[in-house]
């Protein structure tokens, strides 16, 4: 089984969601208006997101500086 053919787009959507909601600190339902989807699409992708999260594989604590700065994606 492979897996879905995910637009980039679709990604970087939900990059500048998450980004919205923890740098720029705007409420799930601000979110959503900026985008045109509900209060409940919003939480639904950050909590997919965090459930996904894999712990850092860095060995080496130099590694794990958080040296990629806001919207590294752009």
Do not use: H, Y
């Not at 919205?20 to 705007?26: D, I, K, N, Q």
């Not at 894999?54 to 500086?65: F, G, R, S, Y």
């Amino acid at each position: 089984m492979s897996a879905p053919d995910i637009p980039r787009s679709s990604d970087e959507r939900l990059l500048m969601m998450l980004d919205l909601r923890e740098a720029e600190g705007l409420t799930a339902k601000e979110v959503g208006e900026r985008f045109g989807v509900s209060k409940s699409a919003v939480l639904g992708a950050v909590s997919r997101v965090l459930k996904a999260e894999v712990p850092c594989a860095c060995t080496k604590p130099e590694n794990q500086d958080g040296a990629m700065g806001r919207r590294w994606w752009k």
